[in-house]
């Protein structure tokens, strides 16, 4: 088994930030970042359907956002952004590379810019209605044959809470993801799903969470042949010390 080189990253970030106001932040963030591959990515077979990949190279990227967050109004927030990547070496999986098996590979040249938007508003005292939308452009500069998987063109979240009483809160919400490659040849459907969450406080130390997540049961996967979780109950418990 050959032993990869070693390999060592160099990162750093920074950022403008203006605030013309209490209520109103413009700024503009530049980074470079790094994924160094693990021992998983290079070695793991995954039980047979994976071929190692000893020779995988680090993932690196220049990141740029633009964005403003602000009060529009008494109890209305907004928040914009809007982002660039510029990846060398991009890690993902590729399906199908020797029969049905996968390989960790390296996309040497990728391109991603999107935008994202949030906004939340208390539209009655015991009432706020919120959400949030991201749409991503996806670019492969390497070549037009091997897809950039497991990124949504478009994602959105919509929620309501409703507070009964301050430590109360009841929360329905819907999630919605957008079609997304899964291998060169198979893009999965998009999907949505709606979901339920209650909170309560019991003291600003105790708090309790419970709800259930695709509560229709849709039938859906994040990955080609994986289906995702029907309904799924849950509840929290959480202390502060």
């Known amino acids: 088994m050959p032993v990869p080189h070693s390999q060592t990253a160099n990162e750093w970030q920074g950022g403008l930030f203006h605030d013309p106001s209490s209520e109103h932040h413009f700024y503009t963030t530049l980074a470079k970042k790094?994924?160094?591959?693990?021992?998983?990515?290079?070695?793991?077979q995954r039980l047979g359907t994976f071929i190692q990949n000893p020779g995988l190279r680090a993932e690196n990227a220049v990141n740029v956002e633009v964005g403003y967050k602000g009060t529009l109004a008494p109890h209305s927030f907004l928040e914009m952004a809007l982002?660039?990547?510029?990846?060398?070496?991009?890690?993902q999986t590729v399906a199908n590379v020797v029969g049905t098996h996968s390989q960790v590979q390296n996309v040497d040249k990728v391109r991603i810019y999107g935008t994202e938007?949030?906004?939340?508003?208390?539209?009655?005292?015991?009432?706020?209605?919120?959400?949030?939308?991201?749409?991503?452009?996806?670019?492969?500069?390497?070549?037009?044959?091997?897809?950039?998987?497991?990124?949504?063109?478009?994602?959105?979240?919509l929620n309501v809470t409703y507070k009964p009483i301050p430590t109360w809160g009841l929360t329905p919400y819907?999630?919605?993801?957008?079609?997304?490659?899964a291998s060169n040849t198979k893009e999965l459907p998009g999907f949505t799903t709606l979901n339920f969450k209650t909170n309560y406080a019991f003291s600003k130390l105790a708090t309790i969470d419970a709800g259930v997540t695709n509560i229709l049961d849709r039938n859906y996967r994040l990955q080609?042949?994986?289906?995702?979780?029907?309904?799924?109950w849950f509840a929290n418990l959480s202390f502060e010390i």
């Open 34 to 44: 790094t994924r160094l591959p693990t021992l998983k990515d290079r070695y793991s």
């Open 83 to 91: 982002f660039f990547n510029d990846i060398t070496h991009k890690i």
């Open 117 to 157: 938007v949030g906004y939340k508003n208390s539209v009655l005292p015991k009432l706020d209605v919120g959400g949030n939308y991201t749409y991503t452009y996806i670019k492969n500069l390497q070549d037009n044959v091997t897809k950039i998987t497991d990124i949504p063109r478009h994602k959105a979240f």
């Open 174 to 181: 819907v999630e919605y993801n957008g079609r997304r490659w």
């Open 224 to 232: 080609d042949g994986f289906p995702s979780a029907g309904r799924q």
